[in-house]
Each structure stands twice: as structure tokens, then as C-alpha cells.
């Protein structure tokens, strides 16, 4: 049968998500949308992982990349407002500054991470003074500033210390010594299909929070 019997999706947003959510298909989605049937990744834990590993290398100060829209014109509960939130608050619980020019926040939609990422880490090293250290979300930005970082010279970590971010089973050429938050991939498809298995089954289904995990490479 060509039936679709179930849908994964793994990536939408307000704009999207209505319309995916009227299909008659059991679904699992991943999503900051506060839906019954999504996945969501504990993105409190991640920065928390990577601002700790900065700090226990030695750093004081911190930079971060992140495309992550950060627009006047969002709710102040919507969830891009609530993880910059977190960002300082979790820089003051390990005990890291940061200044405003360090921090390469957009606040429009980015359709081009990569470069997005590129142009925001050669605009950083410009300035006349640099973090200790670097966080960059997500792996699409940090492909652009490991080359920023490779064509500049950029000695790591004597210069700076990096945290990227990155899924795991996808190849990222990265000839520097950074560490990783990395989402466990098989993990996430795992939680999905039980979504679907459970929706089938006429259970009851809750949305899963996703973990990190460190992993230090050299």
C-alpha cells in the first residue's frame, strides 16, 4: 500500500507545525513547540555542559554563536527568548562573563547557518580584544567558523579555547582540538518510533526531553 501509516518529523516550527499536527497519521515531531507527541532537546544541559568545560580549561570569558533567533518582536515566553535567558543565568552559575559584542545573536531568521557562522566569527576576531573561550549552536554554524577560525590562524586552544556543538553520526571535518556537545542521533530515532509505537497501540504519549553529552577530542 502506498498509505502513509506515521510521520517523523524531525524539524519544524510555528509557521509549519499546524498544519502537520491536522494529518490523520500517528506523529512525532521535534519541536519547542509544547506539544503532547514531540521530542525537545534539554538545551539547559547543553549549555551547561559546554560553559563547564570552558571554564574547567581555564577560561574567565566566553563568546557564543548561535542562530538562534533573538528578535524584539518574540513573545517573552516563546522559547528563543528563554534560552538566551539561560545563557546568562547559566554564565553566572559557573562563574563566566561574557560582553555584548561577543555575543553573535540574530535577530532575524539565518537560511544560511554555515555562512552565518563564518561571518560572525571573523566579525569576533576583528575586535581589538577576544573571550577566553567559544560556544557555537549548531553544528551547520560551527562547520562555518572552523573555517573562519582555520583561514585567520587562529591557534586553538592556545588562543582560544572552542565547544561546538554537533549530532552524532554526522561526519564534521575539524582539524582543531575542541570539545563537543554532542546529541546522541540514535537516541532521538528511538524516542520517535516509540512515540508512534505508542499512538498505534492506543496509549497514552508524553513529550521526551533529549541530553547532551561532552566528548572531548584532540
Request: aromatic letters at 8%.
Amino acid at each position: 500500500s502506498n498509505e502513509v501509516q506515521a510521520l517523523l518529523v524531525t524539524s519544524c516550527d510555528h509557521l509549519n507545525l499546524p498544519w502537520l499536527k491536522r494529518l490523520p497519521v500517528a506523529a512525532s515531531f521535534s519541536t519547542s513547540s509544547p506539544i503532547p507527541n514531540r521530542l525537545y532537546s534539554n538545551s539547559d544541559q547543553m549549555l551547561r555542559l559546554g560553559l563547564e568545560r570552558l571554564r574547567d580549561r581555564g577560561c574567565r570569558t566566553v563568546g557564543l554563536i548561535c542562530s538562534i533567533q533573538n528578535s524584539p518582536h518574540l513573545a517573552p515566553d516563546s522559547s528563543e527568548r528563554r534560552f538566551y535567558r539561560s545563557v546568562i543565568d547559566i554564565l553566572g552559575d559557573v562563574g563566566l562573563s561574557t560582553r555584548d559584542a561577543w555575543m553573535a545573536v540574530p535577530d532575524t531568521w539565518q537560511p544560511a547557518i554555515e555562512s552565518y557562522g563564518y561571518t560572525s566569527f571573523k566579525a569576533l576576531w576583528a575586535q581589538a580584544e577576544h573571550p577566553d573561550g567559544i560556544m557555537v549552536f549548531p553544528d551547520t554554524a560551527a562547520r562555518g567558523v572552523i573555517v573562519a577560525a582555520l583561514e585567520l590562524g587562529v591557534r586553538v586552544p592556545e588562543d582560544l579555547q572552542m565547544v561546538f556543538h554537533r549530532n552524532s553520526g554526522v561526519d564534521i571535518a575539524c582539524p582543531l582540538p575542541v570539545s563537543w556537545v554532542e546529541s546522541d542521533t540514535a537516541a532521538w530515532a528511538a524516542a520517535m518510533i516509540d512515540q508512534i509505537r505508542f499512538q498505534k497501540e492506543g496509549k497514552a504519549v508524553a513529550e521526551r526531553v533529549m541530553d547532551f553529552r561532552i566528548v572531548d577530542e584532540s
